[in-house]
Each structure stands twice: as C-alpha cells, then as structure tokens.
C-alpha cells in the first residue's frame, strides 16, 4: 500500500491549490480517504473524507465551503481542493486512507504535500 | 466539536523507561480513539487503534486503555527509536479531532 501526493505548492493569498493523491497496492474503492493538515510546528487537524466507492463527503466546518474532495476512480487518485487561500492555510497536507470506509483510523499516508501562501 | 486534551505536553525519559501519556475526551467516545506517532518531516504511523488495538508490525512495548473519556498510551521500555511525538484522534464523530501532541524527547 502506497499512498503518493503531488509536489509542493506556492499559491498568493486567494488563490486555490490542487494536491492530488494517487494510490498504489490496494483496490481504490474499498478503503475511505482522508484529508490532514499540519501547519509548521503544530498539531494535526483532519480537514474532511471520502468515501471513495460513491464520493460522499464530510467536511470539518473550519474549510466546508472552500473545500473540495474529489477521487478519479480510473487512475486511483484522490483530489483535494482549497479555495480562497489564506496565509493561515500554510500546511503540510497528508492524505491518508481510512482502515476500512469511515472508522477515522489511518493506517496509510501520503508522504505530504507543503503549500505555502504568502504575497 | 469534541476536544481531545493530551498530558503533558512534553515528557523527558531515558532508554529502558516506562513512558504513559494520557489523553481526555470533552465527552464521551466509548473507544473510538487511536493513537498516532509522528518522527520529523515524516508523516504519522497508526500505532493503536479502538483505543486497545495494536496496529499489525507495532512493537508489543506499545499498549492503549481506556474507554469512555480517559485513554492512556504506555511504552513499557522505551527504545532509541520511540523518541517522537505522539497524537491521540477520536473517530466517534465528524469532525474527527486529534490531541495536540505530546512530545517524547531524551533525558
């Protein structure tokens, strides 16, 4: 199982960014993906999930509303959206896949994407 | 949401010592709670999860306990390697919410 993530990104305040991550070693499908974040030096914050199998999705409420988690299941990829950036939202982001569809339990990850924003 | 607290924040320990961090629930999660270990510029690693589970390749000095809203992560001998900052998640609702970390750092 491999889990591996688009390159870093530089973005202006309210731009959006893409990271992409595409899965290897397991059936795409079967398995709920997350998206975690972690600014520089700080914890760990789950920003959302899906469910890979129909796409449903759940947002935690700090980005609902800018953010968009997609999966192509053709190539085993999983998109995350984040629009209207702020210099807050400077991160490493972690997609991670859930132990089964939605126990929250992550037993693989990406090996992290860092977006910066700034002007 | 539901809040995760860890204590303490930080621990200073020595190779072979016994290391317990806590982490409290603002409510209920029955033992829907993992743990999490986390080395420098790397990514998380599963270490426990349904607050008793050991992740399958996790050495067995790692155990979880708790249910309800106290959980505890015990290294029995803590090893070279165990040095690292450790999380606790509750997974018993969206949002799912990690503890703020407790860093394990050398004596």
């Known amino acids: 199982v491999q889990l591996v993530q688009s390159g870093g990104e530089v973005k202006k305040p309210g731009a959006s960014v893409t990271v992409s991550c595409k899965a290897y070693g397991y059936t795409f499908s079967d398995f709920g993906i997350s998206w975690v974040r972690q600014a520089p030096g700080q914890g760990l914050e789950w920003m959302g999930w899906i469910n890979t199998y129909n796409g449903n999705t759940n947002y935690t409420q700090k980005v609902r509303g800018r953010v968009t988690m997609t999966t192509e299941t053709a190539t085993n990829t999983a998109y995350m959206e984040l629009r209207s950036l702020r210099s807050d939202d400077t991160a490493v982001y972690y997609c991670?896949?859930?132990?089964?569809?939605?126990?929250?339990?992550?037993?693989?990850w990406g090996q992290g994407t860092l977006v910066t924003v700034s002007s | 949401d539901i809040q995760m607290t860890q204590s303490p924040s930080s621990v200073s320990a020595s190779v072979g010592d016994r290391v317990s961090i806590t982490c409290r629930a603002s409510?209920?999660?029955?033992?829907?709670l993992a743990w999490y270990q986390q080395k420098p510029g790397k990514a998380p690693k599963l270490l426990i999860h349904?607050?008793?589970s050991l992740q399958s390749g996790v050495p067995s000095r790692f155990s979880g306990s708790g249910s309800g809203k106290d959980f505890t992560l015990t290294i029995s001998s803590l090893q070279p390697e165990d040095f690292a900052t450790y999380f606790c998640q509750q997974t018993k609702s969206f949002s799912w919410t990690f503890g703020q970390g407790t860093k394990v750092e050398v004596k």
């Open positions: 991670a896949r859930d132990q089964d569809d939605s126990t929250g339990y992550f037993d693989s």
């Open positions: 409510q209920d999660i029955s033992s829907w």
């Open positions: 349904a607050a008793s």
